[in-house]
């Protein structure tokens, strides 16, 4: 069930923020209407077809300048901190990062963990956590013990929605684990396979509102090898704010409608029963319905026009899908995460 907070402004806790590189040092505020805030997840991906097409990932407990990419397994790049960082209104970017290309189109999408790190040893592991109870986020980094089934406390005292963990020191596939899966079953965020039932990711144990679990099996990456760093990205459903959940296509432009009880700003959808991608869709990039300008997580393409691609409708309690193809496959089942715009009160369809 969603946690019940005082719901967040989605304009003080998420952001997707779209930009055009310069190739000059300079700073892209997340402001909305004179609201913005200091993230402590910052994710950019080019638009258009330039140089430099990877995923980039951020965040402030492993700190400035500290990038994974969410489409390769490769160990964490340290660019130094003054050329990716995050500032009080957003982030800042060197003249010569690849994510801040001249005349090219980028989005960055970013979320708030609030506070400050502290050290958390309410699991069998201790970790580094910042975490926002309010907005259901918190950022995770620890050392793997070389066991199997450890916890690790995540601080939002709720259970997470979804938690997705990679090794920072190796190479090694980005393990996603999703409320709406059995416990123990994973998903790749840089693969396109269907869910993987091997226990040796997450353990044998479910997630609480303290904890998430992870594991290891002599001669597999997994999320808890002996001496290696890791960092969890772990989100918790707030009622009015984010939602996680599942949907079976149909197969038809007339497709399943979700509830999430707010208009989103961002949805990303995944299907689990069969090959498929994480298709990342926001409402800066497409302001109006139909929605369909498509990234995917594990993909360092350009964005697919609408045109082409009529993905979903955007509405003020959810959204509906409008492809009989893209995330809606007859029969398929798919997960979601969804971030609202604004609390459902403030919303309105466009």
């Not at 923020?17 to 300079?26: H, I, Q, V, W």
Request: net charge neutral; hydrophobic share 35%.
């Amino acid at each position: 069930m969603p946690t019940t907070y005082a719901i967040p402004d989605g304009r003080t806790v998420m952001a997707a923020t779209l930009y055009t590189g310069n190739a000059t040092a300079r700073t892209i505020a997340n402001t909305v209407n004179g609201i913005s805030f200091q993230p402590d997840l910052v994710w950019l991906k080019m638009r258009s077809s330039g140089s430099y097409l990877n995923h980039h990932l951020v965040d402030s407990v492993r700190g400035d300048g500290k990038v994974l990419y969410s489409n390769l397994t490769n160990a964490e790049d340290n660019l130094g901190s003054t050329v990716i960082y995050t500032t009080s209104t957003g982030f800042g970017l060197s003249a010569g990062v690849g994510v801040n290309e001249n005349s090219q189109s980028l989005v960055g999408w970013q979320w708030n963990a609030g506070g400050s790190t502290v050290t958390n040893t309410d699991g069998t592991i201790s970790a580094q956590v910042r975490a926002n109870t309010t907005a259901g986020f918190s950022v995770v980094t620890y050392t793997g013990n070389g066991l199997t089934n450890q916890s690790v406390g995540h601080g939002l005292n709720a259970t997470p929605g979804m938690v997705i963990i990679k090794q920072r020191d190796g190479t090694a596939s980005w393990l996603v684990h999703h409320q709406s899966q059995p416990t123990g079953y994973t998903l790749y965020l840089n693969l396109t396979n269907a869910q993987d039932s091997g226990t040796s990711q997450w353990g044998t144990s479910a997630q609480t509102s303290s904890l998430f679990y992870v594991g290891y099996t002599a001669g597999a990456t997994g999320s808890n090898v002996n001496a290696s760093t890791y960092v969890a990205y772990c989100f918790a459903p707030v009622d009015g704010y984010s939602a996680f959940g599942s949907y079976i296509g149909n197969g038809s432009a007339n497709g399943p409608f979700v509830y999430t009880g707010f208009r989103p700003k961002f949805v990303m959808t995944k299907r689990t029963d069969s090959t498929g991608g994480w298709v990342m869709l926001d409402s800066a990039r497409d302001s109006y319905n139909v929605s369909g300008n498509i990234l995917q997580a594990e993909s360092s393409a350009a964005e697919l026009a609408v045109a082409s691609y009529p993905t979903l409708d955007i509405l003020s309690n959810g959204f509906k899908m409008r492809s009989s193809t893209i995330q809606n496959a007859s029969g398929g089942t798919y997960i979601y995460a969804a971030f609202a715009e604004n609390p459902f009160k403030y919303a309105n369809a466009r």
